[in-house]
Structures are given as C-alpha cells and as structure tokens.
C-alpha cells in the first residue's frame, strides 16, 4: 500500500448539495492530482496541485475546485452536485512535478449523489 | 475522449497461463505506465516505460512499447488467482503531467 489516505472511504449525498473530499500525501511528496473514476470507466483527471498552486486541470466544470495545504494535503470541493458525479474520486500524490514519475494513489473516495 | 483504449475488455484464464493485454493511444507521449486495480480501489503502478524504451522487464511483467504505431502491451507470465484485478495504461503526453487512463482490461484468473 502507499502512504496516501483519504477521507472519507464513502459518502452519500443529495443532488445540490456540496462536499469536500480530502487527501494526505505521502511523506515527502508535493505534488497531488485528483482523479474521477465512474463505474466501469478508467480514471479522469481533475486537477493538479503544486506547492498549493493549481498545475494543471482538466476538463472538469468550475464547481470543481481544490485547496493544497502547506504540508501537502489537499482537498477537493464539489458544489452543486449532480446524479453523474458520483463516481470513485482518487488522489495521487508524486514526489515531485515532471512527465516520468509514477504516482501513488490513495484508496478513494467512494461518491454516491442521489 | 480518453487517451489509451484496452484491448481485451476483459480476459479469463487459467492459473499459469500467460496473460496480455494491448494499449492503444492517440497522441505523441513522454512515457506510458501500467496500472492495476483491485475491485474498484486505489490503483497501483506496476510499470514506467519511457518513449525511447521499446520492452522493460520487472519480475514477472513484460511491457513494450511500439510509438510508431501508438500501442504498448503488458505480458504477465506464469499468472496467479492473486492477479484477478483490472489493469489500466495510462499515459502522458508530451507537454503534460498527468496521466490519461484508457478504460482498463478486467483479468481473472481462475484458480
């Protein structure tokens, strides 16, 4: 397993309502990207943060939006939820920026809007 | 759409049979890498090949990749029921930093 936690493991909530989803990364790694993953689908990428800038998103609406804190961790908020963002939400971290470095994932966050 | 497609959807063999699984994608890339899940879980990297590497070895896993024709295939030899999970490519394109999932081959392994 990685050092990477989320919370919460799942959540339930009503169509409109908002949440906050949040990740700590591993040890020493300052670099962390939120993923969506729906049923039967591969993962997609949501946003990047660095250094608690945002580096990168992407084709997510702006009721999509992200924190990353000095120590590293992240959060991500969804306003306004709608029945298709439920969905398993995954966080990575890496060590650092750059194109040839693996991620670590944490275990997810299991959404279900009804 | 997503960057990579797998080919098989889906894949059931016998325990010791070799297992492969293709990746196709559309774009130019700085590398591709391998991923496995466990019954809808965190992902785990298994493999980085880069786009000047063309076949890379770690234990039982073979990984190559062909950029002239945008496709990469993972090999898993002598397969246990332990590798009953699905197994996504993921690569990144020149110019970006994260990752771009295909839709991922499911693999059982019957015991």
């Known amino acids: 397993e990685t050092g990477v936690t989320q919370s919460p493991t799942h959540l339930i909530k009503t169509r409109g309502q908002q949440v906050t989803l949040r990740c700590s990364s591993q040890s020493g790694h300052n670099t962390v990207s939120w993923y969506q993953q729906a049923l039967g689908q591969g993962p997609q990428f949501i946003f990047q943060?660095?250094?608690?800038?945002?580096?990168g998103r992407g084709n997510f609406p702006p009721r999509f939006s992200g924190l990353q804190f000095p120590n590293y961790s992240s959060e991500l908020n969804v306003n306004a939820l709608e029945l298709d963002d439920s969905a398993l939400y995954l966080c990575?971290?890496?060590?650092?920026?750059?194109?040839?470095?693996?991620?670590?994932f944490g275990p997810g966050t299991r959404l279900t809007v009804t | 759409s997503q960057q990579g497609e797998e080919d098989p959807q889906a894949l059931s063999i016998q325990e010791g049979e070799n297992a492969t699984m293709n990746c196709s994608y559309k774009?130019?890339?700085?590398?591709l890498q391998w991923y496995r899940q466990n019954s809808g879980r965190g992902l785990v990297h298994l493999i980085l090949i880069r786009s000047n590497e063309r076949e890379k070895h770690s234990g039982r896993l073979r990984v190559t990749l062909d950029t002239s024709k945008k496709s990469s295939s993972l090999l898993i030899t002598a397969s246990r029921a332990a590798d009953t999970a699905s197994y996504f490519c993921a690569t990144v394109i020149t110019g970006a930093n994260n990752l771009f999932f295909g839709t991922g081959t499911r693999l059982t392994v019957i015991p």
């Open positions: 943060y660095y250094r608690e800038e945002e580096n």
């Open positions: 990575a971290s890496t060590p650092r920026r750059g194109q040839g470095v693996e991620q670590y």
């Open positions: 774009t130019s890339i700085n590398n």
